[in-house]
């Protein structure tokens, strides 16, 4: 490997490479600066950040967003709504995936193309938002759990990710040597296909919790008792329609009505550093084989 | 890259009754490898009750839906619904913001991913590489709901940064960007950039990783500068990628990314924000007009059916790549 030696970067390559790094870097700082502001608006004072003080660091540090946020119930409630969510909806989700997609990647399934075109067409098209909305009604779960987590729960998409995965990975072969060794369908699955399978089920955790965690549209449609409702539901109220109760705090004094104006300023900002650290922390976990099975999945030469 | 593998396609040559032939290998297959079926008997009973029962359901848009008689026993009114919709004075305007905002979506965010992708791809110190990947990427996994809140901070314009950078410049009152019509196309479309690009250049990044190393050897060889590289190996290489994402978003076409534009609506952009899918959510659910709500969101999945054909019709035609 001396090649890299003996042809030397021309000077209009090194400006290019320079630019390159220029241009990365600007990137990086216009991803990265809201982030940034959210982080230390959220740790400043409110007085601080009404008056357009705070553009890059925190000022006069406080914890009293955090603090408030940890007195609102309803978050709470929303948090644990969704970590109901978000961890039966991805069990669900990734079974029944792993469940048709596993077969459909085996030669000896008899009419896969029937389910390949029956997928395809669900992919392609669907009955739209009301007759599926009529379905979930029919089955009479509207307003309970189930219905944020059961009707969404097949992905199609990741069925196919998930079948090209198992198609490109697991040769035959494997499956013949267990077979000779009296290894039967269930057993070669569970014991051989699913430890080896790492990546794709990495991707598919991701996918379908980071989707269950953010979702708020079902739970609008098919919920109403609010103590079902999941945190994005909460934060869309707060966040986006600007409603905040303190139920526990009603009083006309004006001067606790200044506070509270003060701290729904805080509370806002804390709220979304809160909200999406879950997210955050599960995706450096996920990230290293993210890569790798989203391209084995949904790439066939 | 082909989603879909061509190899159940393969004609059975040998078999002179094939229907024989097929015959026992399907018994021989059902008994060998019950359990197959059986693992798939239950993702099969969703697909059915939660893809084809609703494609039944699409029905009512041809029936005077009403709650007491059900689906099937309401009566039949044709194209009613379709006709009314079509000359309703919201027809053009909903088409066109739906068009506007999801071709507007395309056109950047491709390009975009693929920019970012290739620029990552020159990058020889691994850490800076990372540092980009890493940050570029985390927008992703910011819900829809705290973007948007997180876009009514920045873009204020009583506090926040944009009011900020306009005191700074001297300019007393800036823009509610939020409540305009004009501005909406764009607050859409670029905070998705800002959201969704890493993402979308992962992908690519994959498809370059995939390229023949041999080619930038040779290229090396021939003298090709960083941008003849990017141009005559990069760019090729990753273009069936880029097609088949091109196809799928151009099914999407007419589904964009609801739930963003419904947290983006209000009263002062309605005019530009309306687009088919938060229509279909008003008359129906809001409304309780089902039938009128279904033609409307048949109508829509028809035509995004429709475009998804052509284009991949045309992408098989003119680069050998496409979906299906």
């Given amino acids: 490997m001396y090649k890299a030696a003996t042809i030397r970067e021309s000077g209009q390559d090194r400006i290019f490479l320079l630019c390159v790094y220029i241009f990365l ?5 216009l991803v990265f600066y809201p982030l940034l502001y959210i982080l230390s608006s959220s740790l400043s004072s409110a007085a601080a950040v009404q008056g357009g003080k705070v553009w890059l660091w925190p000022v006069d540090p406080t914890l009293d967003g955090y603090i408030g946020v ?7 409630t929303g948090f644990l709504n969704s970590f109901i969510y978000t961890v039966s909806g991805t069990v669900l989700s990734v079974s029944l995936t792993i469940m048709m997609a596993y077969p459909l990647s085996r030669k000896e399934m008899f009419g896969r193309s029937v389910w390949i075109w029956a997928i395809l067409i669900a992919m392609l098209f669907n009955g739209g938002l009301i007759p599926f909305y009529l379905v979930v009604k029919d089955l009479g ?7 944020i987590i059961v009707p969404t729960a097949l992905n199609v998409f990741s069925v196919i990710v998930a079948k090209t995965f198992f198609q490109t990975s697991m040769p035959k072969e494997l499956y013949e040597a267990a077979q000779l060794d009296g290894c039967g369908d269930f057993r070669f699955l569970t014991r051989i296909v699913l430890p080896l399978s790492t990546p794709i089920l990495a991707v598919l955790v991701l996918w379908s919790a980071v989707g269950q965690w953010n979702a708020y549209f079902n739970a609008l449609i098919y919920l109403n008792s609010r103590t079902m409702y999941p945190l994005q539901l909460v934060l869309r109220e707060i966040l986006v329609e600007n409603q905040i109760s303190f139920t526990n705090m009603s009083s006309i004094d004006p001067n606790k009505l200044v506070l509270m104006q003060n701290m729904e300023t805080l509370l806002k900002y804390s709220l979304i550093v809160i909200t999406t650290i879950p997210i955050l922390v599960i995706y450096p976990f996920v990230q290293k084989h993210f890569v790798k099975g989203v391209f084995v999945g949904s790439v066939k030469e | 890259m082909r989603l879909v593998s061509q190899e159940e396609n393969q004609p059975d040559s040998m078999s002179i009754s094939i229907s024989e032939t097929k015959r026992n290998a399907m018994r021989r297959s059902f008994v060998r490898h019950w359990p197959l079926y059986a693992i798939i008997a239950l993702p099969t009973a969703f697909l059915i009750v939660f893809s ?12 005077n839906y009403s709650p007491v008689r059900g689906i099937w026993n309401s009566s039949w009114i044709g194209l009613q619904e379709f006709h009314s919709f079509f000359s309703s004075p919201y027809f053009w305007p909903l088409v066109k913001n739906t068009l506007t905002l999801s071709v507007y979506y395309i056109v950047v965010s491709i390009p975009c991913a693929v920019i970012l992708a290739v620029a990552l791809n020159e990058v020889r110190n691994e850490r800076f590489k990372k540092v980009v990947q890493m940050f570029t990427y985390a927008p992703y996994f910011i819900s829809t709901v705290i973007l948007v809140g997180m ?20 300019r007393s009152n800036p823009p509610n960007i939020l409540a305009s019509a004009n501005g909406f196309s764009s607050i859409y479309v670029w905070s998705g950039i800002w959201q969704e690009t890493g993402y979308g250049a992962v992908i690519y990044l994959a498809a370059l990783a995939g390229v023949n190393p041999e080619l930038y050897e040779a290229a090396r060889i021939d003298g090709a500068s960083r941008l003849q590289k990017i141009r005559y190996i990069d760019l090729p290489g990753i ?4 097609i088949i994402l091109l196809i799928l978003s151009v099914g999407g076409l007419l589904s964009v990314g609801f739930e963003k534009v419904f947290l983006l609506q ?5 005019s530009t924000s309306e687009i088919i899918s938060t229509y279909v959510y008003k008359t129906g659910l809001i409304n309780a007009d089902f039938s009128f709500a279904a033609a409307i969101g048949l109508f829509n999945s028809l035509v995004g059916l429709i475009l998804i054909s ?15």
């Fill in chain 2, 239 to 242: 273009s069936p990628t880029m």
């Fill in chain 1, 70 to 76: 940890f007195k609102y119930n309803e978050v709470w």
């Fill in chain 1, 25 to 29: 870097s600007i990137i990086l700082v």
């Fill in chain 2, 266 to 270: 209000n009263n002062l952009n309605l």
């Fill in chain 2, 52 to 63: 084809y029962w609703p494609m039944l359901g699409v029905q009512i848009a041809f029936r």
């Fill in chain 2, 310 to 324: 052509i284009v991949n019709f045309a992408a098989r035609k003119v680069s050998d790549n496409s979906l299906f």
């Fill in chain 2, 151 to 170: 876009m009514q901070i920045i873009l204020s314009p009583t506090s926040g940064p944009l009011a900020l950078l306009f005191h700074e410049l001297g």
């Fill in chain 1, 141 to 147: 779960m509207l307003n309970t759990r189930s219905a």
